[in-house]
Structures are given as C-alpha cells and as structure tokens.
C-alpha cells in the first residue's frame, strides 16, 4: 500500500521542469597543434528530416561556449568557417558537449569530437528500467575486468562464492547472479561451467558500456532472464582508434595489459583486435590464516572481431575468441601439480585450469529497398522490415581439484536465433523468431557417485508486439514457447509499459517470468571448497519465478547544464521453484553434508532503490544511491528466514571532478554495506561470533576508492587505491588449521577478503 501511495504522489504532482538545453566549447585546432577557443562559430540541430532546415541555430561566444535548447533531432552540428564541420549525437546523458574541429585540408582526417559523460545514468529513452555504465564510468576504477566494473553501481553487488577459489558472484536483487541473464552484445554468455569465473573473463578496458536491465526483458533472449540482463557492448570495429593499450600495477604485483586496434580496412569492412595477459604472482596472507588471501593467477585473452556493411544495408558480424586461465590457491606453499597427477596431501591446495574457445555469426538483410528508404519520412522508432540471423559456438574445458576433490568438467552449447522485425504503420512494431540452444555439459566429480553429465536442447518460437504512441507510451508484450527435452514445455510471457508523462517524468512497470536449468555444482562452486559431503535428491526441478517491477523517473529542475535526476525502484521476485543449497540443515550432524533439493515453502526478494545524479557545477557531478533488500527463503528446519549471506542494503557516494577539457579527473566513492546473516553453522565459531550482531547478522562495514587522472596528449596516467580503510573480513576461512576435516568451509563469506590495494596505470589511445 505504501508503495502505491508514493507511486501515485509522484504521478500527480504537477511537475514541470524547463525544456533541457545543452552547453558546451567548440574548439579549433592551429597549426601548432595548439586548441584555442573558436568565436562565433555556428552550432545547430541537423534537420530532422533529409533536405529539410534547422530551427535552432546559436552562435559561440569569445571563449567557444554555447548554450542550445533541445532541438527536433539528436544531431548537433559545430561550424566554423575554414575548418570542418562535425555532428555529435547528442542524448540526454551527455552533460557538456566538446567539439575539437580540424582545418578543412584534403589530406587531414576526420573531427574528433568528445563529450562528458556521466558514468552511470538511467536511460530515459529505453523502454525498459535500464541502468548505463558508459566507458567515462569504467575508467573511474581499476576495472581490471567485469567483476570490478560495479563498484558504483548499488543495483549489482560483486562478492566471493569462497574466500579461497577468487570465483566472483554477483547479486541482482538480492538473488544470486545465476538468475541473472549475461549477454555479449545480446547472445547469451557464461553459461554452465564459464559461470563462475566469466566475471573475471572480460577485460573492464575492452567494454564500451555495460547495460543493466532489471527484470524479465525481452523474450527475444531467450527464458534465462529471471531477475535481470546485463549486455556487454564491445568496442567496436568503426571506433577511429588504431591502438589503445592499457597498463596497470598494483602494490600486490598484479599485472596487467590490456590491447585494442580498431582498423577500417575500407568502407565496408572493418575490425578489431582484443589481447589480454594479466597475472598476480605474489602470495598473500594478511590474517596469518595460512590460506592465501588471492590466488594466483595466469590469464591470456584474445578476440577478433569483424564487420561487413553491404551497399543495400546488410551487415554481417562474426568473431572468435580463445582464452586461457591457470588459478592456484589453498594454503601457501603447496604444491600445486596439474589435475590428475599425483599430489601431496599433507597440504589443502587447489588448481584451476580453464580453457575456451567462442567463435559468431551476426547477419542482418533489409527487406526493403534503399533507395525507396531514403526517401519515407519516418517516426521515431520506426523499423523497416529487416531479418536476422545468430549463430554462436562455445567450447570449455576446466580441469580442477579441490583438496581431496578432482572435479573436471567440458561443455559445448550452440546458439541460434532467427528473427523477423518490422514495424507496421506509425504506431505498432512486430518481432518474431526461432530460437535453439543446444547444450552439451560433462562432469566428473571424483570421491562422489552422482551422474552430472547432460544433454539438454531447447527449441522454442517467440513473438512480441510494440505500441508505441509517439513519444507517450510504449507497450509490449511478448511470449515464447519452449520444448525442452529435460523439463518439456515452458511458456515465457514477459510484458514492459512505459509512459512519458513529460520529458521530466517517466513511469514504467513491467511482469514476466524466467526459467533456468540448475548448474548444481558450476552455480554453486564455492562447496568444493568445504570439507562436507553432498546429498542431492532425485527429480531436480527446472527453477522458475515471477519477477514483477515498477520504475518512476523524474528531472529535478536544479543543475548546472541541465537538470538532476531522481530515479525510485520496486521489483519482486516470487519463486515457483527454486533448487536450494542448504548447509544448515542437520548441521551438527557427525558427518554434515551440503543438501540440494527442490524448494518446499516461499521464496522471494523485495527490492527497493533509489538513484539520484546531479551536476551541481561546472566539472563536479554528484551519484548517490541507495538499496534495500528483503530477501527470504524456506529452508528445512528453520521455515521462513532472511536468505543467508545476502546484504540487507547498500549505499553508494560517488564524487567526481573534471577541470577543463578533463585535464584533471578527481574521483572518490563511498560504500556502506548492510548486514548479512550469517549460516548458523559458521557462529558456532567464538571468531565469528565475536564481530556478530546478537541475532546473527554479519556487521556493517565501509569501503572507499578514490582515483587521480591526468590527461595528456593522447595518454592518461591515473593512480588510485581500494578499501582505504584496509577492512577485512575477520576468520573467513572456519577450521583452517583443519582442512580435511568435516568441519572445514570457506563458504561463509560476507565482507572483502583483501585490504588496502593501491595501484597505477596509463592508457594510451592514438586516434585515426
């Protein structure tokens, strides 16, 4: 009821903010290579239909500064007489617009143009609740990969599924990240036995942007989906930069180097090259627990990635990908042999090998003729009739062992999807397709008698229909059928709605449902690391659950260039089934054991957030955001109790300052992490007891990061440091001294596992 009551409130309120105006700096380019202000130069909005004329036009003043309303299109246009004019598609998370215009010779190439970002925002115009971390925001940390790109973000939550192994996991609300749907420029990825570690697999440095979609999407995906998607967009072969090189150093002597080249070969063919090597070789154990705190590791990545543009406007895209990681860990000084071989005992350790390759197709056609094309004045959103086909191939191997364990495991999984897509008329889109995935999982767990090798193949159809009126209301509804040969049919509805009461206030609401087939041991790789025995029941379920979301964002009429930004969230997630990993039932059992078996009883997630940006002066920009968590699950023995080692809430602070031109970047987050209720078998321990609430929650604790850039000619040189306050999380591993014993578990992990980390990089980027 409260919740509907503040919906309602903001829905009423007569809210009205001026029409947005974007300011900025034109620059010109002499000859010594010097950018001086540009006076009078012309800025205006590109005509929104082809011949036709700008309506607003303004004129730069003494210093290259200008201010414009919002015009009928997104192209804006610098001018200025003896050099090159240049567009910038402008949207409304652009804050100050920078054009640096060239003089108009043959022989010089194109404008290089460069906007402030903000880091993260809310886009206001996709039809689904979508958060953004655009490239600005990956450079604000480290973001030595994807697992250290959401450390500004309060919607994801990045932890350890161990404190030995290094597998990250996050959380999208309150639910573990296997319902999460991770996609690679929309085709799936890290599925299966890639889950665990796939975080760590992406190069933060080799990411454009990073979308997050909270609830069920589209069902164009597939049914995966069940709290969110978060699509991973590259970069790309069109981008004008022949070498970007990255490199980093951090007090712990990880290593890293991070390569990109973007080569337009002519007009239509175009690639880019990814290469990634990274190691941490130094041994770390800051609590004396004698387990290292990090792994070891070894990582080499590679990828190509190619785009073919056809005069009639077919495009066709296609790649590979090979990768390569050695991970070590356990107690320091073991030695660590390969899989198989023999191995001393005396000693806990274990060794990860993981290998892979990924090769796609993308191919788009079309339907309709160029030429007729070029001459239909269209509707925002319009689509002309198009096909498209995907085709992905994945193959992975992992070799590993895990004290006593051996657990070796190989998949393959195929992806197709057909689609149709075409709008018809002015006011409605329809999309329809065929979709398979094939999967093909092998798994050996040695010193255990359970069969988890499968052949699963899903064959579905889908359908989804789009009203969109004008620029007011979008509606879309969507459903797919599914045969899968483990789990027989599955019907996916998913439906989103969004209405635009203004510029400034936009509600959305969105319901569907997800499935996902259990991973039992890739989702859950952290009980390797345990000392118990494993009890799996007969006729494991496929999980399913509802997720249901409402969205209100809103312009606040204060700011520097443009307006602040208010953005409130409500999703639920209601299980129908849910497999559950229990370590507390029967847990003081002689031989305690990790139970899996299908839910009994309720299980779901509250999720509330608050996301507030503003620019309260020129160069400083402000993010705060906060989420509270209601997470509950049935376990055996307990009924109904708050979903263990899940954060009840989390707060971010995020500061940024950027002198002119970004010649400075200053940045600064703060953290408050909520409790987290620890599993009643780790407060036996007298350590873990001790920091404790009385009822068992794990304490609340800060974390601060805070980053210096300094932008030269082509190169910024940053340094930073993590967890400034140097916390740790106290006896993460229980029965260390004991590590072959039943008693022994590296699961119970809440807080960071490292203390302070500084570290300093460069990127250097040579434009075309």
């Not at 003081?588 to 899996?596: D, N, Q, T």
């Not at 200053?666 to 408050?672: C, K, L, P, S, V």
């Amino acid at each position: 009821m409260k919740k509907s009551v503040i919906i309602l409130l903001f829905v009423t309120i007569p809210f009205m903010v001026a029409a947005q105006s974007y300011k900025g700096r034109v620059m010109i380019l002499e000859e010594n290579g010097d950018p001086v202000p540009a006076a009078a130069a012309a800025v205006y909005w590109a005509p929104a239909v082809p011949g036709g004329t700008s309506t607003t036009l303004v004129y730069t003043d003494s210093d290259g500064t200008f201010s414009i309303g919002k015009g009928s299109s997104r192209a804006l246009v610098a001018s200025y007489m003896g050099y090159k004019n240049d567009t910038l598609q402008v949207s409304s998370a652009v804050e100050e617009v920078e054009f640096l215009l060239y003089a108009d010779a043959a022989n010089l190439t194109a404008v290089t143009v460069t906007g402030r970002q903000q880091s993260n925002y809310i886009s206001k115009l996709s039809d689904i609740k979508t958060e953004v971390i655009t490239a600005a925001g990956l450079c604000k940390m480290a973001c030595c990969n994807l697992a250290e790109s959401f450390e500004n973000s309060a919607s994801v939550t990045v932890g350890y599924s161990d404190a030995v192994t290094g597998a990250r996991q996050i959380r999208l609300l309150g639910l573990s990240g296997s319902y999460t749907q991770m996609l690679d420029e929309n085709r799936p990825a890290m599925r299966g036995i890639l889950a665990p570690f796939g975080l760590n697999y992406v190069p933060g440095q080799w990411l454009e942007s990073i979308q997050i979609a909270k609830g069920t999407g589209s069902v164009v995906n597939g049914y995966e989906a069940v709290t969110g998607q978060i699509n991973m967009e590259y970069r790309k072969p069109t981008a004008e930069v022949p070498l970007f090189v990255n490199l980093f150093l951090s007090q712990t002597l990880r290593t890293e180097a991070n390569i990109a080249s973007s080569l337009q070969l002519n007009d239509r063919l175009s690639t880019v090259v990814l290469a990634h090597a990274s190691a941490d070789p130094m041994e770390h154990d800051m609590n004396g627990d004698g387990f290292l705190d990090e792994p070891l590791t070894k990582q080499f990545n590679l990828a190509n990635r190619w785009l073919y543009m056809a005069p009639n406007g077919t495009q066709l895209r296609f790649g590979y990908r090979g990768l390569y990681e050695d991970r070590r860990s356990g107690q320091k000084g073991f030695n660590w042999v390969k899989s198989g071989e023999e191995r001393n005992n005396e000693m806990w350790g274990s060794r990860i090998m993981n290998k892979g390759v990924n090769g796609y197709i993308k191919l788009g056609v079309p339907l309709m003729n160029q030429l007729e094309h070029n001459h239909l004045e269209e509707p925002e959103g319009h689509v002309d009739p198009n096909i498209a086909f995907v085709l992905d191939y994945t193959l992975h191997g992992q070799q590993s062992y895990f004290g006593l364990r051996d657990y070796n495991a190989s998949q393959q999984n195929v992806f197709a999807n057909a689609v149709f897509m075409s709008s018809l008329g002015r006011l409605h889109k329809i999309t329809f397709g065929l979709a398979a995935q094939l999967d093909w999982h092998n798994e050996e767990l040695k010193l255990s008698d359970y069969d988890l090798n499968r052949n699963e193949f899903v064959y579905g159809v889908y359908g989804e229909y789009t009203f969109h009126l004008q620029d007011k209301f979008v509606l879309i509804a969507g459903a797919r059928t599914d045969y899968n040969t483990l789990y027989g049919w599955l019907f996916t509805p998913k439906f989103n709605l969004k209405y635009n009461f203004s510029d400034a206030l936009i509600f959305r609401a969105s319901a569907g449902k997800g499935y996902r087939s259990p991973n039992l041991l890739a989702d859950n790789i952290g009980v390797l690391s345990t000392g118990r025995r494993f009890d799996i029941e007969n006729d494991l379920d496929i999980e399913s659950a509802w997720t249901y979301g409402l969205n209100l964002t809103l312009d606040l009429p204060f700011g520097y260039n443009g307006p602040s930004s208010l953005s409130l969230d409500y999703f639920r997630t209601d299980f129908n089934n849910q497999i559950i990993v229990d370590q507390e039932y029967l847990w003081k059992a002689e031989l305690p054991a990790v139970y899996f078996y299908n839910l009994d009883g309720r299980s779901f997630t509250n999720t509330y957030q608050a996301d507030f940006t503003t620019t309260p002066f020129k160069g400083f920009t402000l993010l705060a955001t906060f989420r509270y968590n209601d997470s509950k699950v049935t376990l055996r023995g307990q009924g109904l109790v708050d979903r263990p080692l899940t954060s009840k809430y989390k707060g971010v602070l995020n500061l940024q300052y950027a002198t002119n031109m970004n010649i400075w970047t200053f940045d600064f987050t703060a953290q408050i992490n909520g409790p987290a209720r620890i599993p009643a078998f780790a407060l036996e321990y007298p350590q873990v007891d001790a920091v404790a609430s009385e009822d068992g929650y794990s304490p609340v604790y800060p974390m601060f990061f805070a980053q210096i850039t300094r932008r030269f000619k082509g190169v910024d040189v940053y340094v930073g440091g993590e967890n400034l306050l140097n916390y740790r999380q106290p006896y993460p591993v229980l029965s260390a001294e004991d590590p072959f014993s039943p008693s022994f578990n590296a699961t119970a992990v809440w807080g960071p596992l490292m203390g302070i980390k500084v570290y300093a990089g460069m990127r250097l980027t040579i434009w075309k």
